[in-house]
């Protein structure tokens, strides 16, 4: 899937680079074009690999907004003009999807993602999506009040929403700041991979998946989450379709990018490896295992044929919102606004429900 990538915000604008650079390293060339987009011109300097554009300089002199994202969200209206003219060019007619980049838990990425989003979906027919960062459970109440109001405006502006948690993919005991660079190095790889399936050249045939099916799964809107595993693949086939299984139910259930959601409106199963170590058998029992576990009738499957020893799956979620996850996560949220009252309503409503008020 040819992508443009737009990082707002420190967390933004570095896993954006991360994943640019992912995508050349390997040389997949999915990634079309990535920008960084931040009100603070120290967290852009430290950016080598992509593009950057300074924003809000008029109101905050590049010292960024604090974790102020009504400020961010300003400060994204105001400029937002000057960055679409800064996105020629990076989005062209092959690009098949824009993805907006940021921690929803800060100030420019928090408030100025959704902005952005709405600017893009104004002027580009592709779906706009967005990736964003929730932030650790241990992460203070303004970064959780933050996230919410964030995530409830991303979910009513984007096309869908893929959300890395924080908490998801680092070691236990390692403490959030530690781990950056890990979960940063693991969404750079995973994510990485989603929008490199696709773009296979090599071993092109019926099984291989199409980026339109990484679509077709985003096309649930509302919340997207990823999960991947990997292990050595064999020369025994019996032993490949044990593995197949072994990593697709690790990729779902303990490899996710948001730890317990597994009911979802729709599923991709991506198996990537070396096409001969791929067994038919092996995916199609795994696929009918996703189809149980996630409770869709929407799940797709394909091979992504990669020069690896290794089996891996990716499986993507589409319509994920309905998590006791995203449950606690807006009750986070709503506690650190002191709102909350009342008693637990099904989570995608709350996406929607007035206790937390949208950025704009
Ligand atoms: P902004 O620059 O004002 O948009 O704020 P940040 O991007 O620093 O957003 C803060 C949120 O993002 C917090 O929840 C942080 O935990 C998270 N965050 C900051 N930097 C990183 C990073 O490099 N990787 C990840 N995964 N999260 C980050």
């Not at 990082?7 to 040389?27: N, S």
């Not at 649930?220 to 693949?233: D, F, K, M, N, P």
């Not at 499957?301 to 979620?317: E, H, K």
């Amino acid at each position: 899937m040819k992508v443009a990538l737009i990082g707002v915000g420190q967390a933004g604008g570095k896993v954006t680079e991360r994943l640019a650079r992912f995508d050349a390293d390997m040389g997949f060339d999915a990634v079309q074009g990535a920008l960084a987009v931040n009100s603070a011109e120290p967290d852009l300097q430290s950016l080598e690999f992509v593009d950057t554009q300074l924003i809000g300089a008029d109101r905050v002199n590049g010292h960024g907004v604090g974790g102020d994202n009504e400020l961010g969200a300003e400060i994204m209206q105001s400029d937002a003009q000057q960055v679409l003219s800064g996105l020629d060019g990076r989005i062209t007619s092959k690009s098949e999807a824009i993805f907006v980049v940021a921690g929803l838990g800060g100030g420019t990425g928090s408030g100025g993602a959704p902005v952005l989003v709405h600017e893009l979906q104004r002027v580009y027919d592709v779906p706009v999506y967005a990736l964003g960062v929730l932030p650790g459970r241990n992460e203070g109440a303004l970064y959780q009040a933050n996230a919410g109001r964030s995530l409830k405006t991303l979910a009513r502006e984007a096309d869908a929403t893929l959300l890395i948690d924080n908490d998801a993919w680092h070691e236990q005991g390692e403490s959030v700041e530690g781990a950056f660079e890990t979960i940063n190095g693991k969404i750079a790889q995973r994510v990485g991979l989603l929008f490199a399936s696709g773009e296979a050249v090599e071993g092109v045939g019926e099984s291989v998946v199409d980026s339109s099916e990484v679509i077709n799964t985003l096309r649930s809107g509302g919340i997207a989450t990823l999960g991947y595993a990997s292990e050595v693949a064999s020369d025994d086939s019996a032993q490949n379709v044990r593995t197949v299984m072994t990593v697709a139910r690790q990729a779902l259930l303990t490899g996710t990018s948001l730890p317990d959601a597994t009911t979802a409106d729709s599923a991709l199963l991506v198996i990537a490896g070396e096409p001969d170590t791929i067994p038919r058998k092996g995916v199609e029992k795994a696929r009918r295992w996703l189809e149980d576990e996630t409770e869709s009738m929407q799940v797709r499957g394909g091979d992504f044929p990669l020069d690896s020893d290794r089996l891996g799956a990716l499986v993507l979620l589409g319509g994920a919102e309905r998590s006791s996850r995203i449950e606690e996560f807006m009750e986070r949220a709503r506690e650190a606004k002191r709102a909350a009252e009342g008693e637990r309503t099904d989570p995608a409503e709350e996406l929607t429900d007035d206790r937390l008020e949208n950025l704009f």
